[in-house]
């Protein structure tokens, strides 16, 4: 019914910045979303949090990557933005969406993942 599309990710040299995006979309109408976040999962690692951002635009981001990630989003396009600079290979992952508390007109989704993006850091 709801499914969150990503996009931006890519192959990028250490230094270099990319703009990761996450839409929601679907057959049915999506009133609001609550929070929305971004994780990744680094090959052989466990998924972690990158970054956090509710519907009223209060942010939380992890320590590994704070003063170079910025989260962001559009509450009228149902879209999360993840700006992402200085990038370093230790960030190479695959970079996932999710949103909480979907509030559509037949219930409240609890939560939705995106299908991720990769990001590959490498000179």
């Known amino acids: 019914q709801v499914q969150l599309v990503e996009s931006g990710g890519g192959l990028v040299q250490p230094g270099g910045s990319l703009r990761l995006s996450c839409a929601a979309s679907?057959?049915?109408?999506?009133?609001?979303?609550?929070?929305m976040a971004w994780y990744r999962q680094a090959p052989g690692k466990q998924r972690e949090l990158v970054a956090t951002i509710t519907r009223g635009g209060s942010t939380n981001v992890a320590d590994s990557v704070k003063g170079r990630f910025t989260i962001s989003r559009d509450n009228a396009k149902n879209t999360v933005y993840l700006q992402m600079n200085s990038l370093k290979p230790e960030d190479t992952a695959v970079y996932y969406c999710?949103?909480?508390?979907?509030?559509?007109?037949?219930?409240?989704?609890?939560?939705?993942w995106g299908q991720g993006t990769l990001v590959t850091v490498s000179s």
């Open positions: 679907g057959s049915i109408f999506i009133f609001s979303i609550n929070a």
């Open positions: 999710n949103a909480k508390e979907i509030s559509t007109p037949r219930a409240v989704l609890l939560e939705v």
